[in-house]
């Protein structure tokens, strides 16, 4: 099992080292200088090809190993699209209270944005881009690697393992170990998007909320998302410090108010959604 789970990470990693080994050769054909060559790390075509080998190592890993095993990813769900809107006003307000307390304690300062056609494209592309992400890493953490530890172990070696693999994989991000709370904060999202998993039946609730959480933190609050780069968005922030409540550069998950509001979170989702769903049938 634990070889299948690397498995499925080495794929992307290849698939995304042969395509800017690709991209590289034909910059410096065509003329690119090495600055221009090396800039592709952060580049918004990168960032897709993540998404698109992580979702293909899921299906690749899963048709070659799983099918036969008859569990689910947790796409096929009934009322996708409804656990998806509610899992999306979950994020919003989950988030909307961190940034908002946040603010309240002196973490931060706004300022807001003059609208104009950059800030319209920056949200177009926000809600494009992280609506992919949380496809992605849902499908490859919740709805893979949960799903085939929960086959082989049950359901909370799968909610513990799979939100711990979730927090790595977010370990390369920069001031990712600035202070122990974005680790944290990201072992904390993920238990919330595992138990939510478990207990809607899919999907579908939590890429709706991670969805709605990144999007919410980076393109209306300002907050750097998981570390990246900030982008054009509603409100502008000014840190205020200290970096444990405002979260620094790594955004409002870097701060111990989110790990508060998190928590907060994972209890009352439990509460909402316990026995109101069908749990996926297993044959052990």
Known sequence: MAGKIVLSGLIPIVIIMVGAIVYAIFALISGA???????????????????????GSVFAMYAW?????SWSLGLKQQFGGTLATQGFF????????SAILIWAAGGISWEASSWNQTLIL?????????????LSEELFTRGYVQGLI??????????????????????????MFETPYPFINICLAGILFAIARELTGGLWWPIGLHMSWNFFQGYVYGFQVSGTDPVPAILQ??????????GGDFGAEGSYITSLVLILGIMVVYYLYKGKHKPEALKR
């Open 65 to 69: 190993f799983e099918r036969k095993h």
């Open 237 to 246: 922030v000014t840190d205020n410090g200290p970096v444990y409540l405002s």
């Open 122 to 134: 920056s949200l177009l592309d926000g809600i494009v881009l992280y609506l992919f992400v949380a």
């Open 150 to 175: 929960k086959y082989h172990y049950g359901r909370t070696p799968a909610i513990i393992v799979s939100s711990i693999i979730f927090a790595f994989m977010h370990s390369l991000n920069p001031n």
């Open 33 to 55: 200088s090495m600055d221009d060559v090396t800039s592709i790390t952060g580049a918004r075509w990168t960032q897709y090809l993540q998404i698109a080998a992580f979702i």
């Open 90 to 97: 979950a994020g919003f307000i989950l988030m909307s209270i």
